[in-house]
């Protein structure tokens, strides 16, 4: 089946600092999502995207469906401490079907004081 | 609040027990999806409805998972025999039916808090 490999596995920032994750793919996507995950709770959409090269922003975040169609990054500016907690990407599991999704690992992110 | 709900948020079984969870996906949603989740994994796909219709089942869905969705709205989740290999996080999630040519809106799933699973 399709994997997703994230990386970094986890990042220890400071508060105030930027953040970049990213996301690839042996295979194409159609769509890239990307969530976040606080302890206990389900994912929460942050970002969808849905055409090769696209750039969409969600306040400080930004992510970007890459040309080759087969990554993704997402971008934090100025990190909060409610930025803590695990940044998931996502595509569909086969091609452009209704099926599900498939998760990469996670990037845990976590502000030092 | 018109997200996805799940209940009961929480359950402790004794290994051998059934269980049973139920989702409520967002009102115009046609689609639902069930997800495990386990520590430090990333979810991992289940089973999915269109409408009452279960259209796939991964091969993660031993048979003692049985899922429902008898009027098109929430399903149920039943576990039969509970093993200790069964607990987990187990998310339902929900998305909009395709508008037109593909879009891939329908793959925008939406999350519910999930239903942590302890088996002792």
């Known amino acids: 089946g399709q994997q997703l490999n994230q990386s970094p596995q986890s990042m220890f920032i400071q508060e105030g600092e930027d953040v970049s994750m990213n996301c690839t793919s042996s295979?194409?996507?159609?769509?890239w999502l990307w969530y976040k995950q606080d302890p206990g709770e389900g994912p929460v959409l942050l970002i969808a995207?849905?055409?090769?090269?696209e750039l969409t922003s969600n306040g400080r975040l930004t992510a970007q469906f890459g040309i080759t169609r087969k990554d993704s990054f997402l971008n934090i500016s100025a990190s909060i401490p409610s930025d803590v907690g695990i940044y998931f990407c996502?595509?569909?599991?086969?091609?452009?079907?209704?099926?599900?999704?498939?998760f990469g690992k996670g990037t845990h992110l976590i502000i030092q004081p | 609040d018109t997200g996805v709900s799940q209940d009961p948020r929480h359950k402790i079984t004794k290994r051998g027990q059934n269980v049973t969870f139920r989702c409520d996906p967002i009102?115009?949603?046609?689609?639902l999806y069930w997800y495990r989740q386990t520590l430090g994994q990333g979810p991992e796909f289940l089973t999915y409805?269109?409408?009452?219709?279960?259209?796939?089942k991964s091969r993660l869905l031993s048979d003692r998972f049985s899922a429902e969705r008898p009027k098109g709205s929430f399903s149920t989740l039943e576990i039969q025999r509970t093993e200790q290999g069964d607990s987990a996080m187990y998310l339902c999630?929900?998305?909009?039916?395709?508008?037109?040519?593909?879009?891939?809106?329908?793959?925008?799933?939406?999350f519910g808090p999930g239903t942590r699973l302890l088996v002792l």
């Open positions: 999630a929900s998305s909009p039916r395709f508008a037109g040519s593909f879009t891939g809106l329908g793959e925008t799933q939406y």
């Open positions: 295979s194409i996507f159609n769509t």
């Open positions: 995207l849905y055409k090769a090269g």
């Open positions: 996502a595509g569909p599991l086969r091609g452009g079907g209704a099926d599900g999704l498939t």
């Open positions: 009102s115009e949603h046609n689609r």
């Open positions: 409805f269109q409408n009452e219709a279960q259209l796939e």
